[in-house]
């Protein structure tokens, strides 16, 4: 199990312990859709003398909230169908679409119909943080009689809370957030705070992208046993820019992939128009690529420079700026969805279609099923596996499960780039709900498959410098990374421990850089980390700048020796999301 003793595994402390009926984690889209279902729920069933707590990481909810994001509105037309009357913050519903294939900065066709998985029309482009600020402002609205919701930002959740079941299973029976006002060291500070055992009936993981809590459910409950492939992902990065007026409109929405994407991975651009005359222009791309020096933000940058993206931001400026993973493995990858104490949703459960760069709709859906059954097992007193099982089937048989089947094989296939074979198999998977030849097509985690530059490149001993040539950073359009890093709002106390762990040591990262050069010096979007030589000319320690991190996770998932483990730092920390 993970070793987070530097935080909050003391002996030495007293801790308070808290007792709810149902306990969120995370305040992302899909646990704010389960905790707003739920009160429909506690409400229309009147049930009563109930506590609901919701923590999350962020200072505030929204601060780490990213996505792209055009939204398909239909788990929110479910969950509040008057919500534009209500104050939704659309930032304006798609009007105009492209989709491009680029071949160079200067070319590239666009084609001449939308594709079908990127039909956006009429759906409304959101800022994901201020998105879900509304969801918890509309939840706060409410006052049910004999229901106690507490909204926690500015807690982390750090380890899983076990009993042991009398069979000799174990059981989830909530959450222990991590403590604030410790050294690096280990050490309480004058503003030392324990942090507490939140204990709850039912606890709902919804962490997003690689939960650090998800990591410790799947080591003992061995979640993903059962599933086809592992979880996998892809890393995106965006800036929000200002622009003249009238140069972009509100609901305009571009993607494109090919160009500057060169090594076979897959991933695209997205640039949509914003309310306030801003503008989101962003890059993904896919963490199986082989790549060992594959960079989304170089690759934003690069795309910045085409000559149908240039004239949109021409006279504009950067106004923020981030970096997150998206879980895109979907029905493939999905894993055990409820288990004894506890359910999993949204990103966390790979609830992600890849082929629509669209999650926040399904895992909004994923949060409607799990109110649904969580309200059942407090009306009923059957907190069992069985009882809290009626969500996953309630989710697999709704239309958000018919959406990951039948794009089960998309990511597989266009793992290695949109090749004529892989659009023909695209085509059959259209036409058949998604069955290609080899179906189910297999994937493994993204770690494995980073090549040696020596493979990769053709050559040993290549560092970045050498491969990456062709942006000149001006720090007007094109943005350095600590340039961009600084949009973020990012800020840790940088007393605390470390929370990006090395677990087997700095021999391990010094080896990586002289095969593989160090991908997370170069797929961070955030320049967390870096190798430098020392006064004899040898680099010995990996340097880590945990205070830049954006929590996106990439480290995570991508170290291709995986060790690096993301843990939460102190609640409260981390970007400051506004407009992304
Ligand atoms: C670049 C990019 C573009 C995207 N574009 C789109 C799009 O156009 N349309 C679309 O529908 N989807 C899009 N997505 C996907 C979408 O953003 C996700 O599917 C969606 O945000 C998942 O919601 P969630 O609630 O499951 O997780 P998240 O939104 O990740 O929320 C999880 C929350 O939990 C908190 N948290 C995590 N761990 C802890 C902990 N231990 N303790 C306390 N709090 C914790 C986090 O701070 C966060 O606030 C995009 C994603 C990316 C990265």
Known sequence: MIDV?????????????????????GGGPSNLAALWRLLDVIEARKLEGLTIGLIEKGDEIGDHAFSGAVLDPSALEELCPDYLERGFPSEGLV???????????????KFPFTPPYFRNHGHPVVSLSRMVRWMAAEIEKREIPGVDVMLLPGFSGIQVLWEDAPDGSRRVAGVQTADKGVNADGTKRANFEPGNRLRAKVTVFGEGPRGHLARELEEVL?????????????MGVKEIWEVPEGRVSPGFVLHSTGWPLEGGESGGSFVYGLSGNRVAVGYDISLDTADPFADAHLALQKFKTHIRIAPLLEGGKLVQYGGKALAIGGWHSLPRLAFPGGLLVGDAAQMVNAARLKGIHLGMKGGLCAAEAIGEALATGDFSEASLGRYPKAYLESWAGRELRETRNFHQ???????PWAGLRLGLGLLSGGWVPGDPLKSEV???????????????????????????????KLIPKLDDVYQSGVMHDEHQPC???IVNGDEVCVACWETKGSPCTVFCPAQVYEMHPDEQGKVRKVEIAFS?????????????????IWTPPEGGGGPKYTLC
């Open 5 to 25: 003793s530097t935080q909050s595994a003391r002996p030495d402390v007293d801790r308070e312990e808290l007792e709810f009926d149902v306990l969120f984690v």
């Open 95 to 109: 009007g105009e679409e492209e989709v491009w294939l680029l071949t160079s900065e200067r070319g590239g066709f």
């Open 222 to 234: 061995g979640l993903q046993a059962e599933a086809v492939n592992p979880q996998v992902y892809e």
């Open 499 to 501: 929370h990006l762990k």
């Open 548 to 564: 830049n991190c954006v929590h996106c996770k990439t480290c995570d998932i991508k170290c291709p020796e995986q060790n690096v």
């Open 446 to 476: 993204d770690a494995a498959g980073t090549e040696t530059v020596e493979r990769f490149y053709g050559k040993a001993g290549l560092k970045r410098d050498d491969v990456a040539t062709g942006v000149k950073f001006d720090g007007e």
């Open 413 to 419: 296939v266009v793992a290695h780039g949109l090749t």
